[in-house]
């Protein structure tokens, strides 16, 4: 980063501007926002503004107005921080290629900030149309790694632009939870965090047209518990616009050993831009049904608790990944008996029913529900209370509770003699009697089917619609109200809405 800094100001308060020191526009699209930050150094500085000013790239630029700065002419902004302690970014713009603009074109961009109690600085970032873009080449998916065992991955780029990248690469890259990546770099820095990951430097130039991979591959050891995940990479020139969420102060260790370098590699239509690739390990998830006893008087209406317990010893994690459940569990009635807590889409919500089954009505054979838990650990149980009608006394009468395997992403279960269990009735009352007409429920009359989770070692689950903990409260639930939330919106609106955060900030997994 360009750092400009003032001469000693009297007040003891300096401002410290951070800019990156090139901006590559292409010659068509958008170009990436610029990178841009200010610091009040030796206390707190107030009133503090920051101008931006491109107008030397007038004809060769629009501007696309971000954050919270205004326009003050064309290709001007200005950027009200107000009172400052410590470092602030700021999101000012990002700009457009006109269709005037050819590559080789250049400019500036200029930085004034000020403040009520401390001096002027200034700063500038060169731009070039047409500078160097770097375009990274998929990782192969993996399979079939132990659990606990380490695996490798070699990072590639191209330059697919029109300009080198002739003061080097910088690539960062990131991982789900479950793995870890060595540290044996020293040109490379780590953070304690898997999603934020580590970042090399290279100062190997690329030229247009050039393909570079490390010379020694990444080494990653997976947990005993991974059963999923993923790894990815970035690469941009050093000097021009890093991702929005990157920030150096999160890599506070550096690697010992020898440094990461680059060797040249053809390049070719593999380099698609995506450095992402997923890995599967060949642990297992041993899932347990759990079942409950049906038990009253015939014409009854009582409650049950059924589900599924995570034995372990792996875990299924999809928090980063595109599963909308680590299985399914299936639900049959005893004969004789009636599931009648089966709302509607129209009846979830907080601090109503959760309702992760299908079909959404009463009196279904079956029913199949989500183990909505993209968090699903060993000791983890996701169940669902239903509601049931005890209608007439069958001997023997016995319904099941089965375990069922999402197939996009198996747990594997080596033990299938607890993937089912039963439903049992108790039911007192004549074998011929029927339900009187009161005790009859309808499918949208105050059902009571409640989807809940319970934490690691807990058993059957809770009763009552509470939620005590586990995968499900924070990612499987919540998330069935969420999407029936947006439906119920979308309906009483009259209109489809899409709200999107435009140029958010990269976290964790990218370019997927």
């Known amino acids: ?11 003891g308060t300096t401002l410290v501007l951070d800019a990156q020191e090139n901006y590559y526009l292409p010659t068509e699209g958008e170009g990436p926002n610029l990178n841009l930050g200010i610091t009040a ?14 107008s030397s790239l007038a004809g060769k630029a629009t501007m696309e107005v971000t954050g919270d700065c205004v326009s003050t002419g064309t290709l001007k902004v200005r950027c009200d921080v107000g009172p400052l302690s410590g470092k602030e970014s700021i ?38 149309v047409g500078g160097p873009k770097l375009v990274a080449r998929p990782y192969p998916a993996l399979k079939g790694i132990a659990p606990g065992a380490v695996f490798e991955r070699i990072p590639a780029f191209a330059d697919t632009g029109a300009a080198p990248a002739d003061k080097g690469v910088m690539l960062w890259a990131q991982d789900s939870d479950g793995v870890s990546l060595a540290r044996d770099h020293s040109n490379c820095h780590y953070s304690d965090q898997s999603d934020i990951g580590a970042w ?49 102060s999160d890599f506070p260790d550096t690697g010992t050993g020898a440094p990461l370098g680059l060797k040249s590699v053809a390049s070719g239509s593999g380099f698609t831009g995506s450095g992402y690739g997923t890995f599967a390990t060949t642990q297992h ?13 015939v014409g009854e209406t009582v409650s049950i608790t059924v589900g599924v317990r995570n034995n372990g010893p792996g875990r299924m994690d999809f928090r980063w990944g595109d599963a909308d459940n680590s299985g399914t569990f299936v639900v049959t009635p005893p004969a004789g008996t009636t599931i009648t807590g089966a709302p509607g889409p129209g009846e979830q919500g907080d601090p109503g029913p959760l309702w992760s089954c299908t079909p959404g009505k009463a009196g279904a054979k079956s029913y199949t529900c989500d183990i909505a838990s993209t968090d699903f650990g060993p000791g983890d ?79 059957a689950g809770t009763s009552g619609g509470t939620t005590t903990g586990g995968g499900l ?25 899409f709200l999107a955060a435009r140029r958010s900030r990269l976290q964790g997994v990218s370019g997927r």
């Open 91 to 128: 999101d000012p713009f990002f700009l457009k290629p006109t269709a005037a603009a050819k590559a080789g074109d250049t400019g500036a961009i200029t930085y004034t900030a000020t403040a009520s109690d401390a001096a002027t600085v200034t700063g500038k970032t060169d731009v070039l």
């Open 473 to 497: 409260a924070a990612t499987g639930a919540d998330g069935v109200l969420l999407r029936a939330g947006i439906a119920v919106l979308l309906v009483a609106g009259g209109a489809l809405v």
């Open 200 to 248: 090399c430097r290279f100062d190997t130039p690329v030229a247009p047209g050039a393909a570079y991979e490390t010379d020694a591959p990444l080494r990653y050891t997976a947990s005993k518990d991974t059963m999923y995940g993923y790894n990815t990479y970035l690469a941009w020139p050093v000097g021009g616009s890093a991702p929005d969420s990157f920030d150096p």
């Open 285 to 297: 998830a041993d899932y347990q049904a759990l079942g409950d006893t049906v038990e009253g008087k």
């Open 1 to 11: 980063m360009a750092v400009a800094t003032p001469a000693a100001h009297a007040a």
């Open 381 to 459: 149980s996701v169940t669902q209370e239903f509601t049931v009608r005890i209608d007439k006394v069958v001997p023997d009468a016995r319904g099941s509770v089965r375990a069922v395997e999402n197939p996009e992403y198996p747990n594997r279960d080596d033990d299938a003699a607890n993937d089912t269990a039963a439903v049992t009735v108790k039911a007192t009352g004549s074998a011929t009697s029927s339900p009187s007409p009161s005790a009859s429920a309808s499918a949208s009359a105050s059902p009571s089917a409640t989807a809940t989770a319970s934490p690691s070692g807990s058993g």
């Open 41 to 54: 150094s030796g206390g707190d500085a107030h009133d503090v503004s920051v101008a931006v000013d491109a």
